[in-house]
């Protein structure tokens, strides 16, 4: 992830699904230049009823108005997360509001995980691995050279972001994991 305007870097989030689960992982660390201005930050959260969860990139402002958003299109359409980020991806390309923030996001369900950026890009994963931020890369590479190994979700994430915190200077190891059982 590229430094934003104001001097903030980077994140690492990780979306795996993989048998009958489907987890995201995130990063704590904020980072403003080279300073580490906290360590346990919360960059993943179940949404709504808890039947969708979201990590997200970017400037945390942001990223907390863009789960309200996406919190309130979820509610209008009744939990359908794909129209949901869809109608949401409009709204953000479209409003002059949404178009000046700074992050992306992972969201997934039991049925769909997605990727949702400014450009109004609804990116669904073709192997059940997303990664986002800063780290997001390594993490994503790591995490399909692990998927195949006799590791469930949850382990394949932490594994990679093990990878991307050993790689990434703005990725740590406190991490934040939400778990959706999808059978």
């Not at 995980?113 to 109004?120: D, I, K, P």
């Amino acid at each position: 992830m590229a430094e934003e305007k104001n001097g903030w870097r980077g994140t690492t989030i990780i979306s795996v699904r993989k048998g009958d689960r489907v987890v995201i992982a995130g990063d704590g660390q904020v980072s403003l230049g080279d300073t580490v201005i906290k360590a346990n930050a919360r960059k993943v959260r179940a949404l709504g009823d808890g039947n969708v969860v979201a990590g997200f990139a970017g400037s945390t402002a942001d990223a907390f108005a863009l789960f309200e958003r996406l919190e309130g299109k979820l509610e209008r359409y009744n939990g359908q997360l794909l129209r949901a980020c869809v109608e949401m991806a409009k709204d953000w390309r479209t409003d002059r509001y949404l178009r000046r923030l700074e992050a992306m996001m992972i969201v997934v369900d039991r049925e769909v995980s997605l990727v949702l950026t400014g450009n109004g890009d609804v990116l669904e994963s073709t192997d059940g691995i997303l990664a986002i931020g800063s780290g997001g890369n390594y993490a994503l590479a790591a995490a399909r050279a692990l998927v195949d190994q006799e590791l469930d979700a949850e382990q394949v994430a932490r594994k990679a972001m093990a990878i991307a915190a050993d790689i990434c200077v703005y990725t740590n190891n406190n991490l934040t994991v939400e778990i959706l059982d999808i059978k």
